[in-house]
Each structure stands twice: as structure tokens, then as C-alpha cells.
């Protein structure tokens, strides 16, 4: 299984980006069972949890994303999104997506996201 985030780029405070991540070599029936995330880390910080949802499509945001970012899944193409709003250059960071499976996570190569004030 793989995963690929891309979408990332250069903004401007109050702009906006949506991220997606593709993922290969998982059958439909483990992916839509699994639960997904957003992680982002920004240069000198720890990997942090940005959004979340599980299999039932229950959803958690991390606190400064709320009402900003909003976190979807298409089953079908078995994509993962990220729809970021009013961006702030405290969301800085390289953005990567996860997945939750039987054995263990997996994780994409991240994209990065910068934004300028």
C-alpha cells in the first residue's frame, strides 16, 4: 500500500489549497474499513494530527483547523482530501496523509504548504 499527498503550494494568508491523497495497491473494501488522517510538521516541531475520519465518516479536527479545514473521502477513487481555508502562515508546514491499517499506519510523502503573510 501507498500513499501519495500532493496539492500542496505557496499562498497568501486567507487563501486557499486542497490537498489529496492518492493511495495504490489497497483494495476497496481495506480502505473504505480504515480510518484516515491529515499530519502536519513544521520545521523544528513534532509530527501533529491536523484532521481525522474514520471509516463511518466521523470526523475530528485539530483546534486552530476548525471551522477552516474540512476533511473528506472519496471511497470510490479511494482519495483522501484536505479542503484548507482561510490559510495563516501559522499553518506552515509539510502536510502529509495516513492510513490505519490491521498491521499498522502508513504514511505518504508529504507535501508542503507555506503560507506568507
Known amino acids: 500500500v501507498q500513499l501519495q499527498a500532493s496539492g500542496g503550494g505557496s499562498v497568501q494568508a486567507g487563501g486557499s489549497l486542497k490537498l489529496s491523497c492518492a493511495t495504490s495497491?489497497?483494495?476497496?473494501?481495506?480502505?473504505?474499513?480504515?480510518?484516515m488522517g491529515w499530519y502536519r510538521q513544521a520545521p523544528g516541531k513534532q509530527r501533529d494530527l491536523v484532521a481525522e475520519?474514520?471509516?463511518?465518516?466521523?470526523?475530528i479536527y485539530e483546534d486552530s483547523v476548525k471551522g477552516r479545514f474540512i476533511i473528506s473521502r472519496d471511497n470510490s477513487r479511494k482519495k483522501l482530501f484536505l479542503q484548507m481555508n482561510a490559510l495563516e502562515p501559522e499553518d506552515t508546514a509539510v502536510y502529509y496523509c495516513?492510513?490505519?491499517?490491521?498491521?499498522?499506519?502508513?504514511w505518504g510523502k508529504g507535501t508542503q504548504v507555506t503560507v506568507s503573510s
Open positions: 495497491g489497497i483494495i476497496w473494501s481495506t480502505f473504505t474499513s480504515s480510518r
Open positions: 475520519i474514520t471509516s463511518g465518516g466521523s470526523i
Open positions: 495516513n492510513i490505519e491499517l490491521g498491521y499498522g499506519e502508513l
